[in-house]
């Protein structure tokens, strides 16, 4: 195991650098923290270089993680305390990172079946992206779908808020409005918009066998080429003085909602 003593070494600085979404665009990796994280990866083959705290590496946690034969041979580092906090994001870390490496979908490759999907335009939080994506996977949706302008879904913020449901799910990012209307028009889907102007109670709609959920930016909704594009528009009723929801609320009721329906 390397030991990492200098603010200058080169792997640290590809850790750090990964904090940019540039570098993680253009080595195709990104950085996760914490044992549950940098195991389940491991387990996967996604993983390419295990960093450790110094101070972290007696504790039962990690000495069962760098025992295990899925990390045998990756890479790992022991990190000074003090350099190991440019890495750590968070009040409790547990002292280990890790390098993956980004699982790209082309979506041409995409193969429409029965289930529920999910398409996404323009979200800027990282948390709400986060918590989407863990709602998405708890409610069994087969693919989601990501339009250029959402925020990286391998932003650090977005993968702590995924708690680990990150890999459980294909995610196509960076869709223009060709890739959109590709989406639309050809993978035989049933489009479900939502919006406030001319839609449908939610609750009162029978969705169909394929169904795409499709839901926009935080404060601009969806754009007005893909509200053109999609088949039906769809609404949360609000029966308080409350215009609308957090997008990750209304994401969580509308992926529900369509189990739900199934369900009768």
Same mark, same amino acid.
């Given at each position: 195991?390397?030991?990492? @003593? ?10 750090? $650098? ?12 990104? &950085?996760? +923290? ?10 996967? !083959? #996604? ?32 990190? @000074? ?12 870390? #547990? !002292? ?6 980004? #699982? ?14 999910? &398409?996404?335009?323009?979200? #800027? ?33 977005? %993968?702590?808020?995924? &708690? ?23 993978? $035989? ?8 102007? !001319? ?18 930016? +935080?404060?601009? !909704? ?13 609404? %949360?009723? &609000? ?26």
């Amino acid at each position: 195991m390397e030991y990492i @003593q200098s603010k200058d070494n080169r792997t640290l600085k590809r850790m750090v $650098g990964l904090e940019q979404r540039k570098n993680r665009d253009k080595y195709k990796e990104y &950085m996760v +923290e914490g044992v549950r994280s940098v195991r389940d990866l491991a387990e996967r !083959g #996604q993983l390419k270089v295990i960093g450790i705290r110094e101070s972290s590496l007696p504790h039962e946690a990690i000495q069962e993680l760098i025992k295990l034969p899925s990390t045998e041979h990756i890479q790992r580092f022991l990190i @000074q305390d003090p350099l190991f906090e440019k890495l750590d994001h968070t009040m409790n870390g #547990q !002292g280990v990172v890790g390098i993956a490496e980004k #699982q790209v979908h082309n979506i041409n490759n995409f193969k429409e079946q029965a289930g529920l999907y999910l &398409m996404l335009d323009g979200i #800027q939080d990282p948390g709400n992206l986060g918590t989407i994506i863990r709602t998405a996977v708890a409610a069994g949706t087969k693919a989601i779908f990501l339009t250029k302008g959402t925020v990286d879904v391998y932003n650090d913020k977005t %993968i702590r808020s995924t &708690m680990s449901a990150l890999n459980e799910i294909t995610i196509y990012e960076g869709l223009d409005a060709d890739d959109v209307q590709y989406v639309l028009e050809e993978y $035989g889907l049933t489009s479900y918009v939502t919006t406030l102007d !001319g839609a449908t109670d939610y609750s009162a709609i029978d969705y169909a066998p394929a169904t795409l959920l499709v839901l926009g930016n +935080e404060g601009n !909704g969806v754009s007005q080429k893909i509200l053109e594009a999609c088949e039906h528009r769809i609404t %949360i009723p &609000m029966y308080g003085n409350i215009e609308s929801l957090n997008v990750s609320i209304a994401s969580a009721l509308c992926l529900y909602k369509v189990r739900e329906s199934w369900s009768k």
